[in-house]
């Protein structure tokens, strides 16, 4: 057994009757059902196809505190604004480590309709609905979120309610003297034709050694629009797990945005399952890798009903020695006709040394659909880099301007101002470091 | 000002530019003509500073300043500019935006102040009037979805903004009909004075009948083949270059 595995195991057995819902025997066994699948999944090595270019070893290999109580005291100096998060919504839901923040946290009014509920409360509360949400995984890391759960925010919308302004959502990783490991859950309920709009960050503090395992659910039921953005921004130390899941009913629309700004390996999976007709699923992505950095995002959309569409959009950049790995699997069910489904992986590298590797996977089992991808890892354009240069814009100018104009399209789209100001900004500062690094790698 | 001698180019070991000289003093209007093949665009292209071409031999001096040995920005610091024969499509990157970190750059190479957003777009909207571009056009990305004379027009654009003090027009009646011809000529015009240098570049001489230079040259095998002024220009646009070709290879 890895020491992952073996560490978690005696945390586990430690503190499993001491964790939210402790006094409820169906939660108790839920965690332990949980634990078990987690356990009994081999971990996952290159020779497993859908981990074919990351090696996850590394954190296989680490001993990880995830269930101690750390004190809030430890981070009385901590304050949001010394943080470079956005301020785009009065309403922040702060997560420290995965503990509930109410010090950081800061909710403004919400329409009626709209209901935020920590998940710790409805573990205590018995809540029948939380149960549903925490079995039935295929992989092993969404199995051992729900094992070693604590805390997470629940949005809850009832039929109708339209949420104009975002939810934010900050998984925060603070430095610790322990590595550890930190066990993030979004659950967003769009009840009939409700709207929201929720940002989630994932921000791991300069220097902190852990290792996030976050999942989402998101919920789109009949006539329902999710906007959904999700960040992630980490130091080669921390290393980042995602999984989001996207259920979209009929005439439903979920939207998610995955960006991904480094961390030592970070994988994200996007799963989209498309169930009722008229349902409509865009995926976006951007992901920026340097020097030690490993980024891998896998998407899958199943299109199980008929006239249900998907659009698929995600870039990647490698710089350094960076690693980018983009795998996009379209599954389109046999009942399912007049299905639309497009998918596009554009990738540039920018060093040498840098690897990107992207694969689209389309299974098609109806005859009456239209699909189409494309897939390219390419270096920036010599002509228009020329171009520019012969302006009088210096190589590392030119070099940054083109690297962003590349990345800004994804999210060139979003409509809350202050959200996509803020997104390019973190692009500038990479861009920025990838023309010096660049520079250097010449030299 | 520009001072090319003996200069020698192979892309791939094949030689394209085989010792031309050329002498471009301040304020002259300089035509380079040729058929196509004849090297007119790796000159164009070699003294802005493209990578990719073997210079085997000879040199080219700016100001006194040895060309070749500065990159692509720096060529335009000291006041080259290449309007372009195929002007590049940049998705993503504003026009202005573009022109604005050109300028500042070419400032800053100077070691003159940068100017801030205010100056730089009063600056911008005099020049979008002495050009005549549609200013509908300085916040698209650049070149992007243009036609082929909006292309050119923004050429000449970028061109008045930035103020060489040698400009070399690449073919750049390459595609356009006569209106925009007739716009390109007079805002190239405009910026003619007697610091200034122009290098056009063209298989035609109908841009000539726009942009009057001072002497014309023929191009041809890589070489400078036959000098005059615009009186070559006409006869080459009646005879064509096949008799040029004829002299050139018996002598």
Sequence with gaps: MSALANSLATQFREHFNKLPGADNPSIVAMRKRAFSHFEATPMPTTKHEDWKYTDIRPLYDTTYTALNEASESDFEDLHLSDLPLPTFTPHVVVF??????????????????????????????????????MEGFDTAFPSLNSALLRDGIYVDLEPGTNMVEPIHVVFLSPHGKAPRLNSARLIVNGQNNSRCVIVESHYNLSGAQSMTNALTQIYAREGARVLHHRIQIGETAAHHIGNVFATVEKDAEVETYSFAFGGGIARIDVNADLIGSGANVVLNGLFMVNDRQHIDHHTRVRHRMPHTNSTENYKGIADGDGRGVFNGKILVEKNAQKVKALQSSRNLLLADNAEIDTKPELEIYADDVSCAHGATVGQLDEDAFFYLRSRGIDEQTARSILTFAFAAEIPGDISIVDLRKWLEGLIIDRTNAIGLNTVRHDE | MLKINNLQVSIADKRILNGLNLTVKAGEVHAIMGPNGSGKSTLSHVVAGREGYDITAGGITFNGKNLLELAPEERAGEGVFLAFQYPVEIPGVNNVYMLKAALNGLRKYRGQPELDAVDFLKLVKAKTKSVGIDDGLLNRPINTGFSGGEKKRNEVFQMSVLEPRLAILDETDSGLDIDALKAVGDGVNQLRNSDRSFVIVTHYQRLLDYIVPDFVHVLAGGRIVRSGDNSLALELEKRGYDWLKDETSTT
Excluded at chain 1, 103 to 125: C, D, F, H, W
Aim: hydrophobic share 35%; net charge positive.
């Design chain 1, 96 to 133: 420290l480590d995965d503990q509930f923040c109410r010090r950081l946290s800061n909710v403004g009014a919400l329409p009626k309709g709209v209901e935020l509920t920590t998940i710790k409360s409805l573990l205590q509360r018995k809540s029948p609905t939380i149960i549903d949400h």
